[in-house]
């Protein structure tokens, strides 16, 4: 079965610097995708980026970007230039062939001004 | 507009009562799941829909009934309330199967059992 694990409770960022939030995960499937969803304190669930396991680069929407080691398992997610409003949890989900998705037990991000 | 709406956004109710959350989505996607958020903010999701038909059920008490009556609506009936199933009950949709799609989250209904 499908794991994921994020080991960080809780982090913080001073505003404007960049913050790494860590995801590992387990699979013996070789085709599977991989995200990063925020959760405000809205409760609003948002993608804020995806990754294919087959390609080898990794995504990037904007401020934020993935390191993907598939040899390793690992999947972080980094902030870069953090704002007020990236605060909130982050959780890292695995998606594969069972048409679900898994979730880790979340980040929580605090953003100091 | 909204993509994935849930009604109602808070419920309170007493042990033992039977009560339903309704969902929407107006994506045209095929496939919709309910997910549970316990106190600790850990997500599980309970059932998938594609097309109006179960594909997936978590091992969720009989308690709980999922009902599709088309592809854009997927409800959720709570039969005989217990104090453990307070949780945000999040409603979501994804345009395929493939664990590759996006999912699209509804707002979250927050159920408190007194």
């Known amino acids: 079965a499908q794991t994921v694990t994020q080991s960080q409770p809780e982090m913080s960022v001073q505003e404007a610097e960049t913050v790494t939030l860590s995801c590992t995960y387990d699979?013996?499937?070789?085709?599977?995708?991989l995200f990063w969803y925020k959760q405000p304190p809205s409760r609003q669930m948002i993608l804020v980026i995806r990754q294919e396991a087959y390609k080898q680069q990794n995504a990037t929407e904007n401020r934020f970007s993935v390191n993907f080691q598939k040899a390793a398992k690992s999947f972080s997610l980094k902030i870069s230039d953090s704002q007020l409003g990236d605060a909130a949890m982050y959780f890292c989900?695995?998606?594969?062939?069972?048409?679900?998705?898994?979730f880790g037990t979340g980040t929580r991000l605090k953003v100091l001004a | 507009d909204t993509a994935v709406s849930q009604t109602p956004k808070y419920l309170v109710t007493q042990m033992g009562n039977d009560k339903s959350i309704k969902c929407e989505q107006n994506l045209g996607h095929d496939t919709m799941y309910w997910y549970k958020q316990d106190s600790k903010k850990f997500l599980k999701i309970m059932f998938s829909?594609?097309?109006?038909?179960?594909?997936i059920n978590e091992t969720v008490p009989n308690r709980f009934s999922p009902k599709s009556p088309d592809k854009a609506h997927l409800n959720l009936h709570i039969n005989s309330l217990e104090l453990g199933d307070s949780a945000v009950y999040f409603c979501?949709?994804?345009?395929?199967?493939?664990?590759?799609?996006?999912?699209?989250f509804g707002p979250g209904t927050r159920l408190t059992v007194t």
């Open positions: 829909y594609n097309n109006k038909e179960l594909i």
């Open positions: 989900a695995y998606g594969g062939g069972t048409y679900k998705y898994i």
């Open positions: 699979t013996s499937e070789s085709d599977y995708y």
């Open positions: 979501a949709s994804s345009e395929g199967l493939a664990g590759g799609s996006e999912q699209y």
